[in-house]
C-alpha cells in the first residue's frame, strides 16, 4: 500500500515537535555522474534506480529558519520577500508543515542561493537539503543522517544526495515506504577531480524534471531498459572511483547522461532540453577528446553541460572552453 | 546457417544470365515514415523490423548498362568516369558480378542521380534500385517484382523499398536466406500529402548508417526495445494511411525517427548525426506546430530534416520553412 509523506513522517517521528527559536544550514548543490530519471513511487520520490553525484563544495543553498513575528509564515528567497502564494513559498511551506504538524508556530524562513546564474543549476537539491538540516535544528528532531537523507528526499529527490560533500550514492531501496531509499556519502578522495560548468543557453526550462521524468515512463518504449542501464553505470562508476580509473568513469558518465536524454527524446511529445549552443558545445567536447584530452561531459534536463576532466588537462580544457566555471569541490575524507 | 549473396543468388538463378547489349532504368530515393534501423544479417541487410517509406517520385537515380567496348568494366557517376578502385566503383562491379557470374562480359556503367545535393539525401536506395531494375533487364532475368526487391536489398537495404513508386511497405521476413525480405507497395493514394526536405548543414556525415547500425546494436542498452516500438510504429502508419489520419501518421513518423535516434545518442562512444542547426530546426516545427500548423519532421543518419505535412498547410509551411525543397511525389495509384 502506498503511504503519503505526513503517514511515513508520523510513524518516524511519533512525537510532536519542539517549537524552535532559530536554526540555519547550508547544503551543497550536487551534479549526478549516474543519474536519477524515473519513480517508483511520485508521492515519496522513490526512484526507480539508485544514483551517484558530486557535490559542489560551496555552491549550493544557505537558509535559516526563526520564529515569525507576524503570526504568519513568511518565505524570504535571495533577501526578497515571496508571496504566500507563490509556487516556491507553497513548497517551502508544505515541507515545512510535514514537520511542523499540529504545532502551531508560524516560521520566518530565509533561503540564499549562492549558485551564480551563468552556473545554469537548478536549486532544489540544495534547497530541501538545507531545509532539512534547518529543520532537524530548529525542531529538535535529533534524526540521523539517513533519515535526514530520506526525508530531504521527499522534497526533491536529488535533495537526499545533497547532505552530504563528496562523491554521494543513494540507495534506491525497496521498500514502500521509502525509508531505506536515502543517499550515503562514499569514502573516496580524489584530489584531481574536475567539474566545470558550461552555460551554452539561458531562459527557463518549459517542463520541469518531474513532469519530463513522467512523460519519459509513460510514452518512451526505450525507457524500459533505463533501470538495468542505470544500476550496471552505478556499480561501474562505483568502480571506477575506487580504481581512480578517470577515463572508465567519464565514459560511463558521460554514457549515462546521453542515455537519460536519449530516453527524453524517445517520449511523445519528444523531450529535448538540448539548444543548438548544447549540440554545438558537445562537438567541441568531442572534437577536444579526439585529440587526446580525456574531457567528458554531463548534462541533466537542461541545455547546459558540465565538464568532467583532470587538474592536469585544466589548460587545454580553459584553452578550449574559455567561459567554463570550475567547482571547488569540497571532498570532505581527505 | 548464415548465406552469403552469392549463394541466395545462384540458388534463386540457377542459370547463367545472357549477354545483353543495353539497358536502362530509373528508381526513387524514398524517405522511411517507419525507419530501419539494424540488421539480423549484415551479409544479406536482413533488418530486424519491418519498415515503410513513400518514394520521392521524379527525385532518384537513373542507371544505364551496355556493353563495355574496351574489354573492361567502366562506371561513369554524373558523367564522369569513376576510377576502378573507387569505393562506389568497386562496389557497383560487386554488386553487378553477383549476377554476371561467370559470364565474361565486360559492362559499362552510367549512374545519374538527379537528387539536387541541396536536398541532403542519400543516394544508396535509389543507386541499387535503378541498378538492379538495368540487370534485371540487360540480363534477361525475368524476375519478380518480389525478388528485384530483394536482390536490390543486398546492395542496401533500403533499395528494397526504392523499386517502387508511393507509399512502400518492406517485409522484414524470417528466413535465413533471406527471399521474404523484400518491398510490396500499399495501394493508397493521398494526393494532399507532402515531404519537403530541409536541409540544415552541409558536409559528408562522418560515420555512415552502415557502422551507426552496428555500434547501435553493440553498444546501446536502449535499442532492446526498438524492434518491438518499430513493429507497433509500423502497424500503426498503415492504419493512418488506411484511415488517411495525418496527425496519427505524422506523430508515429516523427516519434519512430527520434527514437531510432535516441538509440544511436545512447551509443557509446556517442552517435550524434545532429548539428546545432538540426536542433534549431526541430525547434522550428514544434512552434509551428504549437500554433496548429499539423507539421512534423522526420530524420535519417544525417543532420537534415524530411517535413510531413498536407497541402492545405503548404502556405504556412513554407512561410516558416522558404528554403524547404519539396518534393513531387508520384502516387501510381491515382
Redesign the interface.
Known amino acids: 500500500m502506498k503511504s503519503t509523506k505526513a503517514q511515513v513522517i508520523e510513524f518516524c517521528l511519533p512525537d510532536l515537535p519542539d517549537a524552535g527559536v532559530r536554526a540555519e544550514a547550508f547544503a551543497p548543490s550536487n551534479i549526478a555522474l549516474c543519474k536519477y530519471w524515473g519513480k517508483r513511487d511520485a508521492e515519496l520520490n522513490l526512484p526507480v534506480n539508485g544514483s551517484l553525484s558530486i557535490s559542489l563544495g560551496s555552491l549550493g543553498t544557505r537558509t535559516e529558519i526563526t520564529e515569525s513575528d507576524t503570526g504568519t509564515d513568511q518565505v524570504f528567497l535571495n533577501g526578497k520577500a515571496v508571496v504566500q502564494d507563490n509556487p516556491f513559498a507553497r513548497k517551502v511551506v508544505a515541507f515545512i508543515s510535514l514537520f511542523r504538524r499540529e504545532l502551531d508556530q508560524p516560521v520566518c524562513i530565509k533561503t540564499e542561493n549562492n549558485i551564480p546564474t551563468a552556473a545554469g543549476l537548478a536549486s532544489s537539491a540544495s534547497g530541501f537539503a538545507a531545509l532539512m538540516l534547518a529543520l532537524n535544528d530548529f525542531y529538535h528532531l535529533g534524526l540521523s543522517h539517513d533519515r535526514l537523507s530520506a526525508f530531504a528526499r521527499m522534497g526533491s529527490g536529488s535533495a537526499s544526495r545533497s547532505i552530504y560533500q563528496g562523491f554521494v550514492e543513494w540507495h534506491k531501496g525497496n521498500r514502500a515506504d521509502g525509508m531505506d531509499s536515502f543517499a550515503e556519502p562514499i569514502n573516496i578522495t580524489w584530489p584531481g577531480f574536475r567539474v566545470g560548468l558550461l552555460k551554452v543557453a539561458t531562459g527557463a526550462k518549459k517542463i520541469d524534471s518531474r513532469s519530463g521524468m513522467q512523460r519519459t515512463v509513460d510514452t518512451?518504449?526505450?525507457?524500459?531498459?533505463?533501470p538495468?542501464?542505470a544500476e550496471?553505470d552505478l556499480q561501474t562508476i562505483k568502480r571506477a572511483l575506487a580504481d581512480q580509473d578517470f577515463e572508465l568513469l567519464g565514459?560511463t558518465a558521460?554514457?549515462n547522461a546521453?542515455?537519460m536524454?536519449?530516453?527524453m527524446?524517445?517520449s511523445?511529445?519528444?523531450l529535448?532540453y538540448?539548444?543548438?549552443?548544447?549540440?554545438?558545445a558537445?562537438?567541441r567536447v568531442?572534437e577536444l577528446r579526439s585529440l587526446g584530452v580525456p574531457l567528458y561531459l554531463t548534462m541533466d534536463a537542461g541545455p547546459n553541460l558540465k565538464l568532467l576532466y583532470l587538474a592536469e588537462y585544466e589548460a587545454q580544457v580553459r584553452d578550449a572552453f574559455p567561459e567554463l566555471l570550475d567547482i571547488d569541490i569540497v571532498v570532505p575524507f581527505g
Open positions: 518512451a518504449a526505450l525507457y524500459e531498459q533505463w538495468k542501464q550496471q565514459q558521460e554514457h546521453l542515455s536524454h536519449a530516453t527524446i524517445a511523445w511529445p519528444p529535448l538540448w539548444q543548438p549552443e548544447s549540440v554545438a558537445m562537438q568531442w
